[in-house]
């Protein structure tokens, strides 16, 4: 198993593209999270899907951003005309369950130029 | 609000020293609490949650709620225990994470 995986470890677009971000959790787990770090803060909620489904985006900013889990494949994390703002570390984190452990991929380190 | 504090930016202390990792949070309700780990170079993992009381590599934490505190602690650090810690609080179907505390250990 070999554990949430996440494509691209660095990702550099310029202001105005389009930002793809995927997850694949780990084996058997059907619930991802995505989390946003920028700098010198902490890990901020965005949101939470199970296959399918959003359960809960009330971390996501109301425009640009949109997340999926497909039935199959990865989950995506979707920044559209990406501005400086939005540089940080992207880390998504999947579990088995809702109240069970949540794994954490290595992230993906967004550099809007 | 939920929120969660780490006063400590950094923390550094002397190999054999005790250490103490703060964590402050505000929550109404009754709290579950993690505390993360990232080693260098390495992902994000659960060190312990306070449900499971357990020690973890040497660390304990308790839960003191009427200091609203979840402060993790070792006795006598190592040089391995250098990582980035994070306390984490259960709020609804997410974590709310701290901004975190780097601590360091030198010999």
């Known amino acids: 198993n070999a554990g949430v995986m996440q494509n691209p470890r660095h990702l550099v677009r310029r202001r105005g593209q389009e930002a793809r971000l995927r997850c694949s959790p780990m084996k058997g787990h059907s619930h991802v999270y995505w989390y946003r770090q920028l700098p010198e803060e902490g890990l901020k909620f965005m949101v939470y899907?199970?296959?399918?489904?959003?359960?809960?985006e009330s971390g996501m900013p109301k425009e640009r951003f949109s997340a999926e889990f497909p039935k199959e494949g990865p989950s995506i994390l979707r920044i559209q005309q990406v501005v400086r703002g939005d540089s940080a570390a992207y880390f998504c984190?999947?579990?088995?369950?809702?109240?069970?452990?949540?794994?954490f991929g290595q992230g993906t380190r967004l550099t809007v130029v | 609000a939920q929120r969660v504090t780490q006063p400590e930016k950094l923390l550094s202390v002397f190999k054999g020293a005790p250490v103490e990792l703060k964590c402050n949070y505000s929550?109404?309700?009754?709290?579950?609490l993690f505390w993360y780990v990232q080693y260098s170079r390495q992902r994000l993992q659960l060190l312990l949650r306070?449900?499971s009381r357990e020690s973890i590599k040497g660390f304990t934490a308790d839960l003191n709620k009427g200091e609203t505190s979840f402060h993790l602690k070792k006795p006598f650090a190592q040089e391995e225990d250098s990582a980035m810690y994070y306390c984490a609080l259960v709020h609804g179907t997410a974590l709310i994470f701290g901004k975190g505390t780097t601590l360091s250990v030198s010999s």
């Open positions: 984190a999947s579990s088995g369950g809702r109240n069970t452990e949540a794994f």
């Open positions: 929550y109404s309700g009754s709290p579950e």
């Open positions: 899907l199970q296959k399918e489904n959003i359960i809960d």
């Open positions: 306070h449900i």
